[in-house]
């Protein structure tokens, strides 16, 4: 979800900052071409008064108008600026430089009329900083409400463009210095939001791992998840008190029916003595009685697995699984079974001491059970990045891709194996043991045939 959500709200704060920033740029740069139109309006003024005096029947016209050049040499000399004053017949009362002329067409020309008409030019098209344009302004000489010559000055934008560019370079950088922060922010605003419910997804993950206690601080976030983290902590609490519930009944009821199991087979026996001793009813009843005790146990030793919390402690894994292998080995050479051990010589995991063996017990005991004379189990340690496994691989019948999905659950057996004995709850009671130490049992195929055992072991020790 941050994945998502995180690219959302940067993509929509940038879209905010551009919207306004391309304004900002925008009047930036009219607010410049502005003030340098302003500087030149008031020296076409300034010019014009100058010229206005300057008249053919006046007898120190002449000397007025070499002021007047004068003073344009100088101004164009000092700001690098075209300006003159010519007659409506383009003739020049006075110019600087000395070359130029008013253009035939363009801005400077459409100022020009104008300002003949007695009217101010209008402000020229904008100059962008990419543009290496000039503006133009042109403002009338009135003598007498005569407009008799017009001020023509021509300037060149590339001050103005710089000045542009420099404020638009500032605009920039503050634009990415508040994306910079607004995505800090949204950062922040995504894992403050998010924060309830990555740890309501970590809770998840261990209640559904077996680590019923695993609760979620309702102290951060939204209220909205704030809420939602309290009704998850009420809800685990309701599932702990049935499961626990559940268990207490399991294990109850195993220990209370043990006794009056014991005292029927006692019976049974007892009333064998006055049957004949082949009697084949007696031999079932007493088959079916030591079969429901072995249940009771078995229900009794899965209700405390799943009550127990476990003992993790890092372990060597080689010399506990040799172990274990010598102790089925007895039993399996009875059924001409060769047991094997192969793999690393030495691999740590986390696990519990006494879980894990009961773990390795049940795994191999079925191994050996559904094994015919002559054929190979094959225990294998193998040290992985994050997990230790230890493989359990016969050459049983084993089971289809239906039974496969099912194998490991509770009282379930194959149709094919019913005549082996067993309560169908030896690998539920596994799974069970080690996921309290945060490992994992997995089934599959051993071509040509048979059934591999995998049993994971974390390296590095689980939370909760």
């Known amino acids: 979800m941050r994945s998502r959500l995180l690219p959302l709200l940067i993509v929509l704060m940038a879209a905010v900052l551009v919207t306004l920033g391309f304004p900002l740029a925008i009047s930036v740069a009219a607010a410049e071409q502005q003030r340098l139109v302003i500087d030149r309006i008031d020296d076409t003024a300034r010019f014009a008064a100058l010229a206005q005096s300057i008249t053919d029947t006046s007898p120190d016209s002449e000397e007025r108008r070499r002021t007047l050049q004068t003073d344009l040499e100088v101004y164009a000399s000092v700001y690098d600026i075209r300006?003159?004053?010519?007659?409506?017949?383009?003739?020049?009362?006075?110019?600087?430089?000395?070359?130029?002329?008013?253009?035939?067409?363009?801005?400077?020309?459409?100022?020009?009329?104008?300002?003949?008409?007695?009217?101010?030019?209008?402000?020229?098209?904008?100059?962008?900083?990419?543009?290496?344009?000039?503006?133009?302004?042109?403002?009338p000489v009135v003598r007498d409400g005569d407009v008799v010559a017009v001020v023509v000055i021509d300037s060149p934008t590339g001050e103005m463009r710089s000045r542009i560019l420099r404020t638009w370079l500032l605009i920039g950088?503050?634009?990415?210095?508040?994306?910079?922060?607004?995505?800090?922010?949204?950062?922040?605003l995504t894992g403050w939001v998010l924060l309830p419910v990555r740890t309501l997804d970590a809770a998840t993950r261990d209640i559904a791992g077996g680590r019923m206690r695993s609760r979620v601080a309702a102290s951060a976030g939204p209220p909205e998840l704030r809420h939602l983290a309290r009704s998850f902590n009420e809800m685990a609490d309701n599932v702990e008190d049935v499961l626990e519930q559940q268990r207490a009944f399991v294990a109850d009821a195993s220990h209370q029916l043990r006794n009056p199991l014991a005292a029927l087979l006692l019976r049974i026996e007892l009333l064998a003595l006055e049957l004949p001793e082949d009697s084949e009813e007696v031999a079932a009843v007493r088959t079916e009685g030591k079969r429901l005790a072995q249940v009771l146990d078995d229900l009794l030793d899965l209700a405390l697995a799943e009550h127990a919390e476990a003992d993790l402690q890092l372990i060597d894994i080689v010399p506990l699984t040799a172990e274990r292998v010598a102790s089925w080995r007895p039993m399996a050479d009875r059924e001409g079974v060769r047991l094997t051990l192969e793999g690393a010589?030495?691999?740590?995991a986390w696990a519990d001491p006494v879980a894990l063996p009961s773990a390795l017990d049940a795994v191999i005991d079925n191994a050996l059970k559904f094994t015919p004379a002559g054929e190979d189990v094959t225990v294998t340690v193998a040290v992985g990045t994050r997990t230790t496994t230890v493989v359990v691989a016969d050459r049983g019948p084993g089971l289809t891709e239906a039974e496969l999905e099912r194998v490991g659950d509770r009282f379930w057996r194959s149709t094919r194996h019913q005549n082996v004995s067993g309560s169908g709850l030896g690998l539920s009671i596994s799974r069970v043991l080690l996921a309290a130490g945060g490992g994992s049992i997995a089934y599959e195929h051993h071509p040509p045939h048979g059934l591999r055992v995998t049993v994971s072991l974390p390296r590095e020790r689980q939370g909760g």
């Open 173 to 188: 950088l503050g634009e990415v210095f508040a994306l910079l922060v607004a995505v800090a922010a949204a950062v922040r």
């Open 345 to 348: 010589p030495a691999a740590t």
């Open 83 to 139: 300006a003159g004053v010519f007659f409506q017949d383009d003739r020049a009362l006075a110019k600087a430089p000395r070359f130029w002329t008013l253009p035939a067409e363009g801005e400077g020309r459409t100022a020009f009329g104008e300002a003949l008409l007695g009217r101010r030019s209008h402000d020229p098209p904008q100059v962008w900083p990419w543009q290496n344009g000039r503006v133009v302004v042109a403002s």
